[in-house]
C-alpha cells in the first residue's frame, strides 16, 4: 500500500494550494480518506476526512470555510483545495486511509502516505 501526498510549496497569505493524494494497494471506494497536518514542535493534527459510510466531509475548524476535501474516485485520488491560507497553516501535511473509527483521531489510519510541506509567508 502506498498513498503518495504532492502540491505543497511556497505561497504567500491569501495564496491557494491544491494537494494531491494518489493511492495504490487500497481504493478510497473503501477506505476513508484523510488530511493531518504537523508544524514544528506541534503535535499532528486532525485537517479534514471524508466518511465512506455517509459521504459527509468534516474539517478542524481553524481550515473550515477555507479549504476543501473532494476525491477522484476513478483516478483513486484525494484532494485537499486550500484557499486563503495564513501562516499559521505552514507545515507538513499527510494524507491517511482508515477503514473505520473516528475521522478525527490518527489512530483510526491504517496507512499514511510520506507528507508534503505548505509554507505560507506572511
Known amino acids: 500500500v502506498q498513498l503518495q501526498a504532492s502540491g505543497g510549496g511556497l505561497v504567500q497569505t491569501g495564496g491557494s494550494l491544491r494537494l494531491s493524494c494518489s493511492a495504490s494497494g487500497i481504493t478510497f471506494s473503501i477506505y476513508s480518506p484523510g488530511w493531518f497536518r504537523q508544524a514544528p514542535g506541534k503535535e499532528r493534527e486532525f485537517v479534514a476526512s471524508?466518511?465512506?459510510?455517509?459521504?459527509?466531509?468534516d474539517y478542524a475548524d481553524s481550515v473550515k470555510g477555507r479549504f476543501t476535501i473532494s476525491e477522484d474516485n476513478a483516478e483513486n485520488t484525494v484532494y485537499l483545495q486550500m484557499n486563503n491560507l495564513k501562516p499559521e497553516d505552514t507545515a507538513v501535511y499527510y494524507c491517511?486511509?482508515?477503514?473505520?473509527?473516528?475521522?478525527?483521531?490518527?489512530?483510526?489510519?491504517?496507512?499514511w502516505g510520506q507528507g508534503t510541506q505548505v509554507t505560507v509567508s506572511s
Open positions: 491517511a486511509a482508515r477503514y473505520s473509527g473516528s475521522p478525527f483521531y490518527g489512530g483510526s489510519y491504517a496507512y
Open positions: 471524508i466518511s465512506r459510510s455517509n459521504g459527509r466531509p
